[in-house]
């Protein structure tokens, strides 16, 4: 499961590659994608890339154009479905929400049948 931050990178990771396998990014690019609330920087924009490859989510290589930093990042399989798999946690999370809601309104049910029954 990813932190806030590094949903935040992988969610522009695949809005820049768009549907293709691979793509060749700068850090900046994705910074530019990225919430400006949280104060990116390229090194840590890096690191979090640099987790995300470790996770399997794709293929990080460094090149350098004209002087600028790029990566060109081939995804895999868990990268390609990012999105679905994001989807299904947060159809999940909704389905937990709704079971504890409803196993509490029964819960506070049965308490007053029992409270009417024996008083």
């Keep these: 499961m990813l932190n806030k931050q590094e ?3 992988m969610n ?3 809005e820049m590659c768009d549907g293709k396998e691979s793509c060749l990014v700068s850090p900046y ?3 530019s994608i990225l919430p400006a609330k949280r104060e ?3 090194e840590k924009v890096e690191s979090i890339l640099r987790t995300l490859e470790l996770d399997d989510y794709f293929d990080l290589i460094e090149s350098d ?3 600028e930093r790029m990566y060109v990042i081939t995804l895999h399989p868990n990268g390609i479905a990012y999105k679905r798999t994001a989807l299904q946690m947060k159809r999940n999370l909704a389905f937990k929400v709704v079971v504890s809601v409803a196993g509490a309104v029964i819960t ?4 007053l049948i029992l409270r009417g029954i024996f008083s």
Excluded at 108 to 111: A, C, D, N
């Design 40 to 42: 990116y920087t390229p």
């Design 65 to 67: 154009r004209k002087g």
């Design 7 to 9: 949903n935040e990178v």
């Design 108 to 111: 506070f049910v049965v308490g």
């Design 12 to 14: 522009a990771v695949y």
């Design 29 to 31: 690019e994705i910074m």
